[in-house]
């Protein structure tokens, strides 16, 4: 792939909303994991979950707009804004007919929506507001960022679970390649800490039971996991072509040179147990990076958290790197804030880029007892001071959905 560059970076998460925030608080594993208090969440078999606590202090949205938008959105209005602001982009000096949106969710926004299905039921259609239609679709984002700036260009909306965000990233960056727009603001964001999401999350089979130490229930890799702790937030990212980067001699964090997906196609929910799809997404991506398996640094994992989530994405990176496979530092930081679900592989990206800038590994945190279907250097507990040229990001759906984005330093 062409080089596409990432040039500005908007965070908005449970580990901090400032990027040195939240790269400090990343790179020593301070867990952002905690027991939901928002609502009553004792009943629920897994009750905590990564919190986003600073948004307001950094959003300029207005409470007139705030009343129509669900949360998922307005993180995501802040987080482009932030984003914008990094890369130094001036979005009314822009043609705004070729700047796009590519963003990506699973769930959709149903804060919004679990309050205005009550009233219907309680005080009938009138109690329902109008602005019910468009807060809740996993779209709404999207049109909410196009809207207050005015965007008009080619744009998409990725739903594909916990692979939406970094497909979206993914994809925008081949649009770029075609010359489909000038610049593009790509990532995602994610609002699941509601009853209704945190029931349907639940009912998965794939979240952590371990609500009595909170901090330590997200342990992907450890032979005691039982799956991933649910978080909240949104990740925006400004991408430009390198001719552009040029022109305006702007701040490049990183390039995305490579990007592959397949589909296992085995089962609704879990991946193939042989790990022979997602191996493909993680070659085609390389092909497409024009890199040879053994010039990768770093892989930043899914890291499900899950006995076969975690052993088959073991068992995929081991069926390309074969003997390099252990010598490769990997880690899971997601461990750290929580799983974002959607907006999983926007954080990582974002991880990665800062990891590079830095040359430092985040670590994989509470991982204690070795499994032996999991024997890879997962980056246990503490980062790892190294220098990263090439990474590759792994995020896998439910569904065998596999994407695998390639990074490298500029």
């Not at 609002?191 to 009912?203: D, G, H, K, R, W």
Request: glycine share 10%; with cysteine; hydrophobic share 40%.
């Amino acid at each position: 792939m062409k080089k596409i560059s990432i040039t500005g970076l908007g965070i908005v998460s449970p580990s901090g909303v400032d990027k040195r925030k939240f790269w400090s608080n990343v790179k020593a594993g301070r867990s952002a994991v905690e027991k939901i208090t928002r609502f009553d969440a004792s009943k629920y078999p897994s009750h905590i979950a990564g919190h986003v606590h600073e948004l307001d202090a950094y959003s300029n949205v207005s409470s007139r707009l705030l009343k129509k938008i669900d949360l998922f959105a307005h993180m995501a209005l802040v987080a482009s804004e932030l984003a914008m602001q990094d890369a130094n982009i001036d979005i009314e000096k822009e043609d705004k007919k070729r700047t796009g949106i590519f963003m990506g969710n699973a769930i959709g926004g149903w804060l919004y929506a679990e309050t205005e299905l009550r009233d219907l039921y309680i005080e009938g259609r009138e109690g329902v507001s109008p602005f019910m239609a468009s807060a809740w679709f996993p779209a709404a984002p999207q049109g909410q960022v196009s809207i207050r700036y005015g965007i008009k260009g080619y744009s998409k909306t990725i739903v594909s679970d916990r692979a939406s965000s970094l497909m979206a990233i993914g994809y925008g960056a081949k649009n770029l390649v075609r010359n489909n727009n000038d610049f593009i603001l790509a990532g995602g964001m994610e609002a699941p800490i509601t009853p209704y999401a945190l029931l349907c999350c639940n009912t998965s089979g794939m979240l952590s039971k371990e609500n009595n130490e909170p901090q330590k229930a997200y342990k992907p890799f450890d032979k005691n996991r039982d799956g991933y702790a649910i978080a909240e937030g949104a990740g925006i990212m400004t991408l430009e072509p390198h001719e552009r980067v040029a022109k305006r001699k702007a701040n490049v964090y990183a390039n995305v040179i490579g990007f592959g997906t397949t589909t296992d196609g085995v089962d609704r929910i879990d991946p193939a147990e042989d790990g022979v799809e997602l191996a493909r997404a993680i070659r085609i991506a390389l092909e497409d990076a024009e890199l040879s398996p053994e010039q990768i640094d770093y892989i930043c994992l899914d890291g499900a958290g899950t006995k076969i989530g975690d052993a088959t994405e073991t068992r995929a990176i081991k069926q390309v790197f074969n003997s390099h496979a252990k010598k490769i530092p990997m880690s899971a930081p997601k461990s750290i804030f929580g799983n974002m679900l959607g907006a999983t592989g926007a954080l990582d990206v974002i991880t990665t880029v800062l990891a590079m800038g830095n040359g430092m590994i985040p670590p994989t945190i509470n991982y204690q007892t070795p499994d032996p279907d999991c024997d890879l250097d997962y980056c246990p507990n503490n980062a790892q001071e190294k220098e990263i040229n090439n990474a590759l990001i792994i995020n896998r759906g439910r569904g065998g959905i596999n994407a695998v984005l390639v990074l490298q330093k500029n």
